[in-house]
């Protein structure tokens, strides 16, 4: 027994007995074996303070960037969850007017409303319910993000996700790109009988998300049609942050409702959810980028020099107008 403590044994033994079929046995090693497989919830986020971006947007902000929880949820640096709230009509366009942004993507979530932006690398366009923008600003880009004016006339319930999704290094000074996605092009999948996803970005079930990404990410959202557990696969090593937007789920033998967020251990291929009927969750899922940041503002960058920078240049006018 010298040199080996009882765990090491049992875990010899196992690996050992592993092919074979001892009847009773069976279950205690699949579950024994799964368990260690599975990712940890390492931050639970409660709903914070809301507050307005603009006059158009009375956010919780979820994520921010900060150096003390970047390594966990890199390459996601930034969550700002709209929950629905109704607008009364409008003749002006409510919104965030002109600003920058460098080193990153913004991606929004239309989930009730319509927004409408443009920016100085000519991208622009109006996305509406169940719609996504992915908005690459890397090198730079002035753009503007508003209620549409169709939906600021008729007035009605807004709600939706904006996203801050890092650059690596390598990428960060590229050129911009504006990608917006219908709702109907995003491919569906089924995971177990009574819970849906829609895939945004990334691979899952053999089918790929129209968004591209400048790093492996997977994003998509699940909704359940009636209580069902399910197993997300989720790789070795990859970061993993889920947001509830509706209903309840339970993880661990722990409920986690509306307007919460999840971060879990790199380690470990799996996540088991049980949803409630009519829940519904965001995942985001993505390899870390494990490089230095530096965010100020509007700008993420990697050093304190290249966000001096980024605020020349976009006070000199290199990121462009509107
Ligand atoms: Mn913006």
């Known amino acids: 027994m010298k040199g080996f403590n009882r765990r090491t044994v049992v875990k010899h033994l196992m690996g050992a007995l592993s092919f074979l079929s001892i009847p009773g046995c069976t279950k205690f090693f699949t579950s024994e074996k799964s368990m260690s497989n599975m990712k940890k919830i390492i931050h639970h986020q409660k709903p914070t303070e809301q507050h307005w971006v603009g006059d158009g947007f009375f956010v919780h902000t979820m994520m921010q960037p900060h150096p003390s929880t970047y390594s966990m949820t890199s390459p996601f640096i930034l969550m700002d969850y709209a929950p629905p709230r109704n607008f009364s009509p409008s003749s002006a366009q409510k919104g965030v007017g002109e ?125 359940f049609s009636r209580n069902e557990e399910i197993s997300l696969p989720v790789g070795e090593g990859t970061n993993t942050v889920i947001f509830v937007l509706r209903g309840k789920i339970e993880i661990d033998s722990t409920n986690y409702h509306q307007k919460e967020l999840l971060v879990f251990s790199r380690e470990g291929q799996e996540i088991r959810i049980k949803g409630e009927a009519k829940s519904k969750i965001l995942v985001l899922n993505g390899e870390p980028i494990d490089e230095p940041i530096f965010a100020y503002g509007p700008f993420v960058m990697n050093t304190r020099e290249e966000i001096i920078e980024a605020i020349n240049d976009y006070q000199s006018g290199k990121m462009g107008h509107l």
């Open 99 to 223: 600003h920058p942004h460098r080193g990153f993507e913004t991606v929004t979530f239309a989930y009730q409303g319509e927004i409408t932006h443009r920016d100085s690398a000519g991208g622009g366009g109006t996305i509406g319910q169940g719609d996504v923008q992915w908005m690459t600003a890397a090198s730079g880009v002035v753009h503007e993000e508003l209620h549409s004016k169709e939906y600021s006339e008729r007035g009605g319930d807004f709600e939706m996700v904006q996203l801050w999704v890092n650059l690596p290094k390598s990428k960060k000074m590229s050129s911009p790109r504006y990608q917006g996605v219908k709702d109907k092009d995003f491919p569906r999948f089924m995971m177990g009988e009574n819970c849906e996803g829609r895939l945004i970005a990334g691979e899952v079930d053999k089918k790929n998300g129209p968004c591209l990404t400048h790093s492996p990410i997977n994003v998509f959202d699940l909704s």
